[in-house]
């Protein structure tokens, strides 16, 4: 053969036996069949075998596998993004005709799907109010197919009554699921959230492994978990459809995150805790909002749920919001987001770095805040900074701002 065919076509394999700490990458579109019985007999879906890059490599396969372990369920499947799961889940469950319920308190663009593409396809949603299980059950129907859950809101950190919420839903044989993204499958298990009572569970749960997972803000990619054999039949079947796939080096990057997931997030967790305690005794903000602290909205759904012999102190992610006093101006908040150095404007949270974002609650485009809090709001998302440097940063921009 000629050189160029013997480069494509070489014969020589390395020897299998080899392991090392990390997973090895491995990218393919195509995947080679040793014949073509076997090309006819393989099944991706169950994990024995390969067909086709998109349908999954020893790469993708094993970051399923873990993933599912963290969030305490059976089955996993990766999505380019978080908001690309929520579609995901949105398109492979609802059908023209159905009705899917979304917390006011939820991620925006959740909101904003059901507002464009499943209006276009005939699906309906309603908005509940997240802290208030009689009004989700007033407002499931028999065209309700799905309760969107999410603890604690992604910008009024309110956690709710979940237990409650998904009794609800399991006694009106409706499905929920449940954005995950907050508590990184660590600060509870959201398939057995009454543990020795009997399994109480959500049917499924998206995560934006953006977030926690890749802890480097350079990743983007989601995932969809469930302990249903046939939800993740259907589940796999629409990804198969869709063709939502994940690059190699990026499934990469997040198993290299994830042995280091839970010390970053105590870390963060810790820093938001001192950083939340300290802003809440200064004058400039009227309210601060995090699941952990005394009343907080929904501190006692928290601790509930997240307050463990594991975990005596529990787990609440790095992720608060403060209430601007009501006399400042949005130009005055603004001012104060620009002086902070430290802390970076930007959206998501998880990565290394501080982030800082202000929100108009009672503007339109707050369609995601519930209507408990009306004022101006600024989240912080901690990243790996010492805290007393995040501190000092806080202290100078408030001065700096006249706040």
């Known amino acids: 053969m000629s050189r160029s065919t013997d480069l494509i076509h070489h014969t020589y394999l390395p020897p299998s036996e080899f392991e090392a700490p990390q997973v090895g990458v491995f990218k393919a579109s195509t995947v080679i069949f040793p014949n073509v019985a076997a090309m006819r007999t393989r099944e991706w879906m169950d994990k024995s075998a390969y067909t086709y ?89 028999p065209r309700t197919r799905l309760v969107w859950l999410e603890a604690a809101g992604s910008v009024t950190m309110e956690f709710p009554n979940l237990v409650a919420l998904v009794q609800l839903c399991k006694a009106r044989g409706v499905l929920c699921a449940l954005d995950n993204t907050w508590g990184a499958g660590l600060a509870f298990n959201a398939f057995d959230l009454t543990p020795g009572l009997g399994e109480l569970g959500v049917d499924l749960t998206i995560h934006a492994l953006t977030k926690y997972p890749s802890g480097g803000g350079d990743v983007l990619m989601g995932s969809i978990v469930t302990r249903s054999d046939e939800l993740a039949r259907v589940l796999k079947l629409t990804h198969m459809r869709l063709g939502t796939g994940v690059g190699a080096n990026d499934a990469e990057m997040v198993l290299r995150s994830l042995a280091s997931l839970p010390l970053r997030y105590k870390a963060q967790d810790a820093a938001a805790r001192t950083l939340a ?10 309210q601060v909002l995090h699941p952990a602290l005394s009343g907080a909205p929904g501190h006692a759904h928290w601790q509930q749920l997240c307050v463990t012999q594991q975990e005596p102190d529990g787990l609440a992610a790095g992720i608060f919001s403060v209430v601007m006093d009501e006399r400042f101006t949005s130009k005055q908040v603004d001012a104060f ?7 970076k ?31 101006r709001v600024v989240r912080f998302c901690i990243g790996l900074e010492n805290v007393i440097d995040l501190q000092n940063d806080l202290e100078r921009a408030l001065k700096v701002a006249n706040l």
Request: with cysteine.
């Open 53 to 141: 890059g998109l349908h999954g490599t020893p790469t993708t396969f094993t970051l399923e596998e873990r993933l599912a372990t963290l969030e305490g369920g059976t089955h996993c499947i990766l999505t380019p993004s978080g908001l690309a799961a929520i579609a995901h889940v949105d398109f492979a469950l609802l059908k023209t005709g159905d009705e899917v319920l979304i917390p006011d308190n939820a991620y925006a663009p959740n909101k904003s799907l059901a507002e464009g593409e499943l209006a276009q396809f005939g699906i309906t949603h309603q908005i509940y109010d997240a802290l208030d299980v009689n009004d989700l059950a007033a407002r499931i129907t």
């Open 337 to 343: 987001c620009d002086a902070l150095q430290l802390f």
């Open 345 to 375: 404007i930007g959206y998501s949270w998880g990565g290394p770095m501080s982030l800082v974002m202000p929100y108009n609650m009672a503007s339109s485009r707050a369609r995601s805040v519930s209507h408990r809090q009306r004022g």
């Open 277 to 286: 305690a300290w802003c809440a005794l200064q004058p400039a903000f009227s």
